[in-house]
C-alpha cells in the first residue's frame, strides 16, 4: 500500500499523471477553437498558449494564438507570432500576411498586403470560376478586392507623400474593380481617392454606385449584402462631405436603429441636422418651423453624445470638441435647451396634447 502511494506522489510532484498525458497540442487546440466559437477567447487563448507550450513550432497554433490576441487586442504578441508563423512558412498561407497588414503601418503594411494578394491571386487561379453568390470563389475574391482597398487607403492616408502615391491608387482599385465589381467597399474608398483629387462629381458617382449596390436601386431589385457598421460609419462622412443628405440620412438612420449607443453614430447624426438646417431655403414654407426642428434633433443628438463619450471613455477629443461647438452655436440660434421636469420616480413627466385634454 504504502509503495503505491509513494508512486502516485511521485506522478503528480513530476506532472506525469496520465490525465495529463493524454491531452496533446491538437487536443488542445480543438479545445481552442471551440472556447472561440463559444466567443470565449481569454479561455481559447490560454488553451493555445497551452499548445504552444508542448509545440512551439506548430503552425496551426502560432496561427490560432495570433487571432485570438487580435480579438483581445495584444496586438504585439499577435504580430510576433504571425511573424513567427512567416518565419516557418513564408511562400503560403495568406492570412497570416492580411494580419500583418492590418497591424503594421505605412510601407511594411504594403508590402505584408502585397503579398498576401499574390498568395490569394495563386490560389483562385487554381479554382474554378463560379459567380454563384456564396461560392468560395467570390468569397476569396472579395477577400482580394477589400486587401486592394486597404492598400489605397493607405497611399490615400499614411503614405499620400510617396511620389507614386496617386499613381498606385489608381492601380489597386482598378484591379480591385476587376476582381470583384459589385462590392460596394471598392466604390466607397474610390469616392475618398475622387474627393483627395477634388473631382466632386465622379465621388458622387461612385458613392451612389456602392449605395446601390447594398441598398438596391430600386424596390423590386434584390439588396447585396450590407457593409459593416464602421464602413457605413466612414460612408456618411463621405456623403456628408459630398453634399448627398439624402442618403445620408438613409445610412444613419439604419445605424441608429442597428445600435443608438454608439458615440460616433450620434455625432454624424447631429451633425447631419445641423448642415440640414443651414440648408433650409429661407423664405420657404415653414423654413422657420424645419430649421428649429432639425436644430432641436441636432442638439438633442449631440447631447446624448457627448454623454456616451463620456460613459465609453473615448479618446476622441477632436469630436467631443466639435460637438460641444455646435452646441454653443444652436443655443445662440435657437436659445438655450428648456429642461423638462422630472416626476417623483425620476422619469420625464409627460404632458397631454390640448386636443386629448378636450376629449377628456
Not at 508563423?85 to 497588414?101: D, E, W
Not at 486592394?148 to 489597386?172: G, R, V
Not at 443608438?260 to 443651414?278: E, H, K, M, R, S
Amino acid at each position: 500500500m504504502g509503495k503505491f502511494q509513494r508512486s502516485n506522489v511521485t506522478a503528480r510532484a513530476t506532472g506525469s499523471s496520465k490525465s495529463t498525458l493524454t491531452y496533446t497540442a491538437n487536443d488542445l487546440l480543438q479545445q481552442a477553437n471551440q472556447a472561440v466559437d463559444r466567443f470565449e477567447f481569454e479561455l481559447a487563448h490560454q488553451f493555445v498558449m497551452r499548445a504552444l507550450s508542448m509545440e512551439p513550432q506548430n503552425l496551426n497554433a502560432l496561427e490560432v494564438a495570433g487571432s485570438i490576441e487580435v480579438e483581445l487586442e495584444l496586438f504585439i504578441e499577435a504580430k510576433e507570432h504571425f511573424l513567427e508563423c512567416v518565419k516557418i512558412q513564408p511562400s503560403a498561407g495568406y492570412s497570416k500576411f492580411m494580419y500583418l497588414g492590418q497591424m503594421s503601418e505605412q510601407l511594411e503594411a504594403i508590402s505584408y498586403f502585397q503579398k498576401g494578394v499574390q498568395l490569394m491571386m495563386g490560389e483562385r487561379s487554381k479554382m474554378p470560376i463560379d459567380l454563384t453568390k456564396g461560392s468560395d470563389y467570390l468569397a476569396l475574391s472579395s477577400k482580394i478586392s477589400s486587401a486592394l482597398c486597404s492598400m489605397t487607403d493607405i497611399y490615400l492616408t499614411d503614405c499620400c507623400f510617396e511620389p507614386n502615391a496617386e499613381s498606385q491608387c489608381e492601380t489597386y482599385l482598378a484591379q480591385a474593380l476587376q476582381i470583384e465589381p459589385i462590392t460596394p467597399e471598392v466604390y466607397q474608398t474610390l469616392a475618398s481617392v475622387r474627393l483627395s483629387q477634388q473631382r466632386v462629381d465622379d465621388a458622387k458617382v461612385a458613392l451612389a454606385q456602392g449605395l446601390a449596390l447594398w441598398l438596391g436601386s430600386d424596390a423590386t431589385e434584390e439588396d447585396g449584402p450590407t457593409p459593416d457598421y464602421e464602413a457605413r460609419l466612414a460612408l456618411v462622412k463621405l456623403l456628408l462631405e459630398t453634399a448627398m443628405y439624402d442618403e445620408a440620412f438613409t445610412v444613419l438612420n439604419g445605424l441608429i436603429e442597428e445600435n443608438d449607443q454608439v458615440p460616433d453614430t450620434l455625432y454624424l447624426f447631429g451633425w447631419a441636422n445641423y448642415i440640414a438646417a443651414d440648408e433650409v431655403e429661407e423664405g420657404a414654407p415653414n423654413a422657420e418651423e424645419e430649421k428649429k426642428e432639425q436644430l432641436e434633433n441636432a442638439r438633442e443628438a449631440l447631447n446624448a453624445c457627448i454623454k456616451l463619450w463620456h460613459v465609453a471613455e473615448s479618446t476622441d477629443e477632436p469630436m467631443l470638441q466639435h460637438a460641444q461647438e455646435l452646441l454653443g452655436t444652436i443655443g445662440q440660434i435657437i436659445g438655450p435647451e428648456v429642461e423638462q421636469p422630472e416626476d417623483p420616480e425620476g422619469g420625464e413627466i409627460e404632458y397631454e396634447d390640448e386636443e386629448d385634454e378636450e376629449m377628456n
